[in-house]
């Protein structure tokens, strides 16, 4: 086949462009990324030659050389990995394959700004080659096949490419960057010595530069010329697997940045090893910053949680290692003992996995208890980043409930302001000494929870309720009925338990009421399920009340904007009886206006709960009847 010159795709095309101008103050970092390709190249081909050793032929070694050549101004990466097809180099390098980077982009044209973190974080990968060339060459011939198998693909990152076969003497691929003007400073032996030390220093495999740029006068180091020595110039060693004596920080920093695509340093991370009748070691992170599609990304995205058998990467298998809840962990498990050519498959039933991912899951939660213990400040952005994630584990993780529940934090009536600060042994310890129950309130947002009419007999009371607004609270605290043997219940929902006094007065007062209970079932009719007199409220003239399964109004909102069907449920009313406007009702003689009171009541109560008018319209026509009135 000739030449074919073939345009990206339209969102190739994109990203390129967001890239190229939103990294330049990152720039160095398409070393790192392109080094990490090459690695992850010989990964493969390394788990590969496990069942098909002839892969191997002619070229035993997996290694990566770096090189430049100031005179044609160009810097080279050439591994000895897997390489790739025709049609592979098409899907991977003309195409966005992955749907998390359309998600991404969809995100962006959302009005999300583009920035350096959120695109670092969604590993730009090969692309950032373009931040500092403006025509990168790829040569790259596939582990099995013939030299003349091989292909050249050619850009300078513009809307097109040109692809065609090629002679190409080794395994691999190489990245031949032809540099832009200005980019003399990657031309330089030391520079890049040292970018490989900062960013790449773990990598498994050795990364050699030619020996004699680092002292040849005129800096010349192509390495087409003859007898060139090439120098290792990484640690070429897998970091979790020395003596943590031996890692400085700044190493475990480096390689999280390697292996996570991250720009920012860490936040924690735990390296353990297990020894005993299975052995494994694991190294554990947890970012500071949420990687870009982490809340909109389902599981098939995931990645940043390695598995290595013996030193021997296997797979990513973030899925299988962690559960869902723990998604934003990345890092590396490398087991001694399962058996090399285990499969995906496999691994989802294996016994010994599922220890290994306990054993992931205890350290996880560990280290983050650890921060809240030691380290406020951390541990408060940690919740801000993937407390809701977390959520998600009260639901998935029967249990370890209790363990993550006590590392949620929220806000309540007796906090400050909105900030989600009280953690639930906290309340309890602030609890009366006859208060047996964890009171709770769920709404759209801070506002609407803290200006709940529901918790008007509470305050009176001196009551603390934790006020709960995010979106999954709702979904989680159906899962968490209790906490250290504390029953947890919602202000909004069933009767509340009063004593016998109180008891006594609510009885009073519903007879008293019977008239006006009476009254306003039947103007307000098919509307509501039931209108009773409340023990809530002291100051608002109505509420509503919800059965101990119903679904709190707002989120049925939220749920039927997803689309989903949610079953139609008539709302209690409840009303307080001394209230103004009741009284008013009480005495409207006029049917037609006391119809509007009693609709007003109604609605008032369902808007303070985050439903929606169910006629707007209507809503409006009868507040002006009564206004002009
Ligand atoms: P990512 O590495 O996040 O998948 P990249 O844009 O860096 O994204 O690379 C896209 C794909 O191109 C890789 O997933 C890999 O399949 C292929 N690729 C890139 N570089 C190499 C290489 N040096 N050898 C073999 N395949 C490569």
Redo the contacts with the bound molecule.
Sequence with gaps: MTTQTRPFEAEVAQVLHLVTHSLYSHKEIFLR??I???S??CD?LRFQSLSEPDLLAGQPELRIDVSFDRDARTVTIT?T????SRD?VIA??GSI??SGTRRFLEALEGGQKADARLIGQF?????SAFVVADQVTVL?RQAGAEPEAGIQWQSDGRGEYTIADAVVAER??T?ILHLKADEDEFLDAWKLRSLIGKYSDHIAFPIRMPKQAMESEDGDNNPADAAIEWEVVNDASALWAKPKSEISDEDYQNFYKSLG?DFNDAAAWSHNRVEGNQSFTTLLYIPSQPPFDLMMGGRDERKGLKLYIKRVFVMDAAEELLPNYLRFVRGVVDSDDLPLNVSREILQHNRQLERIKGACVKRVLDLIEKLSRDEPEKFAAFLKAFGNTLKEGIVEDHGNRERIAKLLRFASTQGEADAQTISLDDYIGRMAGDQTTIWYITADGYKAAAGSPQLEAFRAKNIEVLLMFDRIDEWMLGHLNEYAGKPLKNVAKGELPLEEAEKQQQEQATQAAAPLLEKLKSLLGERVADVRVSARLTDSPSCLALSDHEMAPHLARLLREAGQAVPDSKPTLEINPQHALLKKIEGERDEARAGDLAAVLLEQAEIAAGAPLADPAAFVQRMNRLLVD
């Design positions: 990324e392109l990490s390709n090459a992850d190249a493969k591994d990995g897997i390489g790739m592979e991977n390098i394959a992955s590993g730009v990968g090969f692309y790259t691999g691929t990245v695509h």
